[in-house]
């Protein structure tokens, strides 16, 4: 353990002085820039002052590497419309082929997807974001559900089990309409009127706080689920000592039940979880751009299937991410057994 | 000083499971500082007895009183005499049950565990709740393990630590379910010892039990339940040494030669 440890210290700060060490020698972006073709140059240099231009120039930093393309409406003397270039450890190289271009794809998809140079509501900002509220709110809720679910009064009880049904019987696709489309339209409210920014800002925070409420509510039904049999699962005899001493049935829960069945909904939370970080993908249906959904976009756009490699890389961090975290929440409530 | 005539009084207390009739018309009448045994074949009812004092079971019918005041009447299944919440309460907390499978709370340490009850339903200050647990663990003989959490403890410092936890609540009447029969023989000496000493110092104790030596012992008065009925009660000598009821025989025989 101790050994493990300090190997995982020594680790990770050498990575972090390798990381460094690259990402101060990468060249910078007027190097990048002048390393373009001659005629691309000119062009550029004739466009300076011109509204409509031809060329469009990109420029991605990613950690210690560069990316800049050139892309043109015209092509230049080899045939080509586009040059891409990369940088890395002080050299610039040309991204045409080989192991280059594929470097390139790389940094580039990883950029669009990570939402870097966006506003959190795009790519895996989004995703993280939308999910990690998604399962607080949605968790927090299900346990007034839960307890709604098992109370002995029969109306609380069948209300609850109603809402539990409804949302775990129909597609979250379409509660996520009803509530971005349908609600604000019987209402008569648009969801970007909520906020006082520009237009395109409100929108993409309208849209977010929709997409954020029909997730909310769809988990809260998946998770109170949960949380209704783990607390099922404790032992009757807790349930039985709690009340012979004395206590209510409001501080059984607080005190007694409950947070020993917090422990037993950390690996099925930990499941849901996983769930809606892939479901984030259904917000593209309110104009939201998740990880899946760039990817799509630049797959049906350029006819690069490359692009499945970061995503998938992307994906894959997060959920272990979030498993280990879900994992030490877990050992840290378990100190008792 | 006392102004009442029984600590722990039942009338007609009856107790169906559906069809089947477990408490058959029990009366029961217990003065303060008694030790009450109840001893009896499997099935006969004792668990749901003492379950029912506690209203851990509710009753068919029947009428239970808490030094001389109404608790709780019922008949049909049905509440008829309607006791104010407040009063209620009061009475209940009089009452404290151990448990065969102690049920400790495994989340909270030991010292927690005796706290919990004081701390959240009489609102003793914490400071001053913990200095009484103390001193209770202490009378268990657990002052050493204090921060541990239940599932370290043997069986028998577990029963301890849940006796000390009832009497935290300071009741006056203790009811115990087989405190013994789910500990290993070696550990059951400890808990009786405990309960011994309680008895010894005046606790009116209601214990189901097998352990025939205790009951001889300790106990002021011996009860055979069979059947959902009292079949004998008596001192334990009478009931030991001369039991008059047939089923009080065959009993004591079947016991005897398990032993
Ligand atoms: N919740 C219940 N539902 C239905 N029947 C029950 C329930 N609890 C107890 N019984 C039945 O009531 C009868 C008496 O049970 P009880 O537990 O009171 O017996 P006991 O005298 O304590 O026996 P033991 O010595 O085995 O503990 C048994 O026939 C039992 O099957
Ligand atoms: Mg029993």
Redesign the interface.
């Known amino acids: 353990m101790e050994k493990k440890t300090k190997a995982a210290i020594i680790a990770i700060v050498l990575i972090v002085i390798a990381w460094a060490a690259l990402a101060a020698a990468k060249p910078s972006k007027e190097v990048m820039m002048s390393k373009c073709s001659p005629e691309i140059q000119k062009q550029i240099e004739a466009e300076k002052n011109s509204t409509r231009k031809r060329i469009t120039v990109t420029y991605n930093s990613l950690g210690f590497i560069n990316y800049c393309a050139f892309s043109s409406s015209s092509k230049n003397a080899d045939g080509a419309s586009k040059e891409v270039y990369v940088g890395f450890a002080g050299k610039v190289y040309s991204a045409k082929e080989g192991p280059a271009k594929f470097v390139s794809q790389m940094v580039n998809y990883t950029y669009r997807m990570l939402g870097c140079g966006e506003n959190v509501f795009h790519g895996a900002k989004l995703t993280i974001l939308l999910t990690t509220l998604t399962v607080l709110i949605g968790f927090i809720l299900s346990i007034f559900l839960a307890l709604g679910k098992i109370s002995k009064n029969v109306i609380i009880s069948k209300l609850c089990g109603a809402y539990i049904f409804f949302f775990r019987g129909t597609p979250l696709l379409i509660q996520l309409f009803v509530v971005y489309f349908a609600i604000p339209g019987v209402f008569g409210f648009a969801w970007k009127d909520l906020f006082s920014a520009p237009d395109t800002e409100a929108v993409y925070m309208g849209a977010f706080v929709a997409a954020l409420i029909a997730f909310s509510l769809n988990s809260a039904a998946y998770c109170a689920e949960i949380v209704r049999a783990a607390i099922q699962s404790i032992?009757k005899?807790?349930n039985?000592?709690?009340?012979?001493?004395?206590?209510t049935y409001g501080?059984t829960m607080r005190?007694?039940i409950i947070?020993?069945s917090v422990r037993r909904m950390i690996p099925p939370i930990c499941n849901e979880f996983i769930m809606i970080l892939k479901d984030a993908s259904l917000v593209f249906a309110i104009s939201l751009m998740d990880i899946t959904t760039i990817s799509k976009n630049i797959m049906t756009n350029e006819l690069s299937y490359m692009v499945f490699i970061p995503a998938l890389i992307i994906y894959l961090i997060i959920t272990a991410f979030f498993t280990f975290i879900f994992n030490k929440i877990e050992k840290k409530l378990s100190?008792?057994? | 000083m006392k102004d009442y005539e029984y600590i722990i009084k039942t009338e007609g207390v009856s107790k169906h499971f559906g069809k089947l009739e477990v408490l058959k018309n029990i009366d029961l009448s217990v003065k303060k500082g008694e030790v009450v045994c109840i001893i009896g074949p499997s099935g006969a009812g004792k668990s749901t007895f003492l379950r029912s004092l506690?209203q851990?079971e509710k009753i068919t019918s029947g009428k239970i009183y808490i030094k001389d005041e109404l608790l709780l009447h019922r008949e049909h299944d049905k509440t008829v005499e309607k006791i104010s919440p407040d009063r209620h309460?009061a009475l209940?907390?009089e009452?404290?049950?151990v448990?065969q499978?102690f049920?400790?709370?495994?989340?909270?340490t030991v010292l927690e565990n005796v706290m919990?009850?004081p701390v959240?339903?009489?609102k003793v200050p914490a400071e001053q709740a913990k200095k009484e647990a103390e001193e209770l663990l202490d009378k268990v003989g657990l002052l050493s393990k204090v921060d541990e959490?239940?599932?370290k403890l043997s069986g028998g410092q577990q029963q301890r630590v849940?006796i000390a936890?009832?009497l935290a609540?300071k009741p006056e009447i203790m009811l115990f379910d087989e405190p013994t029969s789910a500990l290993d023989p070696e550990l059951v000496g400890e808990v009786l010892q405990v309960m011994k000493d309680l008895a010894n110092g005046g606790m009116t104790m209601i214990v189901v039990t097998h352990e025939m030596g205790f009951a001889r012992e300790v106990a002021d008065r011996v009860l055979l339940m069979a059947d959902g009925i009292i079949a004998e009660q008596g001192s334990p000598d009478q009931i030991f040494d001369n039991p008059q009821n047939d089923r009080t025989k065959s009993f004591l025989k079947s016991v005897l030669n398990a032993n």
């Not at chain 1, 039985?240 to 206590?247: F, S, T």
């Not at chain 2, 049920?103 to 909270?108: A, D, E, K, Q």
């Open positions: 032992d005899g807790q039985e000592a709690a009340r012979a001493l004395g206590l501080q005190k007694v947070p020993q100190v008792y057994e | 506690n851990l309460k209940m907390l009452m404290g049950m448990f499978r049920n400790l709370f495994p989340h909270l919990l009850a959240n339903v009489k959490y239940p599932s849940a936890r009832a609540m």
